[in-house]
């Protein structure tokens, strides 16, 4: 059973004529979220407070009038389920056919890129060029010694300007990126100084953060939303197992847990099995009404 709610959104410039088509974007009202499938300009109402609408005077703002329509709603032209978003990391260390069918996929994937190795900065222009969201894939201290990155690792031993530094000279590399996660990361999201100088970074920067929650100690969420960063978490990994039916299964979880808290994050990485999931799972997924999401789409949004 749906219904419609009507609601004065921040005014819109029009372009010419009456507006007919809006950004996606979502409201959370009594504690549930509904996405705006339409919006209706009162016309009787224009005369009197904007004057007519753009036919009699183009430049002129006027409020338009949101449809608001619950996800039950089973007449809606648009998909109907909660947005899914997945993020694939660790790009950036090969160039092959399993990386070119990522970036083949037709649907939305946020495309997180190591900075460092010799194929980072143009797989992420590539993956730009091509549609899909880019992210920052930040290489953190774990909590055990780890290879790799050491020139773009983060620690909890660093200074707050050699944390500064780092971050920066990572998005010089990663121009793309609209936000960041954390690759590894353990001990470097458990630490509050850390996650604030980072967070610091980012605000400069007009970027989000994710947390890839590679630890039940993390704070980076609360540090960054603190800092006036948005931030949300990884809700299920995809190829804990290296198996295509365990990432069928945790597909099909990341739709059950966006249905039950408005959205869902999940993380699989650059393997060959992850992407056959993907390339069989997605379309069937779409077809049956599922909504992906880029994750810049969800990130302001809290569950």
């Known amino acids: 059973m749906g219904f419609t709610l009507l609601l004065f959104p921040r005014p819109v410039q029009a372009a010419a004529g009456c507006p007919s088509e809006y950004n996606y974007e979502v409201r959370m009202?009594?504690?549930?979220?509904?996405e705006i499938t339409s919006w209706l300009p009162l016309l009787d109402q224009l005369p009197r407070v904007y004057g007519r609408c753009a036919a009699q005077n183009p430049k002129k703002k006027f409020i338009p009038v949101a449809a608001l329509h619950s996800s039950s709603l089973a007449d809606s032209t648009r998909p109907v389920g909660a947005p899914v978003v997945i993020v694939i990391d660790d790009f950036g260390?090969?160039?092959d056919w399993v990386v070119e069918g990522f970036l083949s996929?037709?649907?939305a994937l946020t495309i997180a890129v190591i900075p460092g190795h010799q194929?980072?900065?143009?797989?992420?222009?590539?993956a730009h060029r091509r549609g899909y969201e880019v992210l920052l894939h930040m290489?953190?201290?774990a909590l055990r010694p780890v290879p790799g990155e050491i020139e773009y690792r983060l620690t909890t031993a660093m200074s707050n300007t050699e944390i500064g530094r780092r971050v920066r000279r990572a998005i010089?590399?990663?121009?793309q990126a609209v936000g960041m996660n954390n690759h590894q990361g353990s001990a470097a999201t458990g630490?509050?100084?850390l996650m604030n100088a980072v967070g610091a970074e980012l605000l400069q920067q007009g970027m989000f953060f994710l947390d890839s929650v590679t630890s039940l100690d993390t704070v980076a969420v609360l540090s960054m939303r603190a800092g006036g960063v948005a931030a949300t978490r990884r809700d299920v990994f995809l190829d804990s197992v290296d198996d295509v039916g365990y990432v069928l299964k945790q597909l099909r979880l990341l739709?059950?847990?966006a249905d039950e808290q408005g959205y869902a994050v999940g993380i699989g990485h650059v393997r060959p099995n992850t992407l056959i999931a993907l390339q069989e799972a997605l379309p069937q997924l779409t077809a049956s009404g599922q909504r992906f999401a880029f994750l810049s789409a969800v990130v302001g949004l809290t569950p």
């Open 29 to 34: 009202l009594g504690g549930n979220r509904f």
């Open 255 to 257: 739709v059950e847990i």
């Open 105 to 107: 996929v037709e649907s």
């Open 139 to 141: 290489p953190m201290q």
């Open 191 to 193: 630490d509050v100084r």
């Open 93 to 95: 260390y090969r160039d």
């Open 172 to 175: 010089a590399e990663i121009p």
């Open 119 to 126: 194929f980072s900065a143009a797989t992420a222009a590539r």
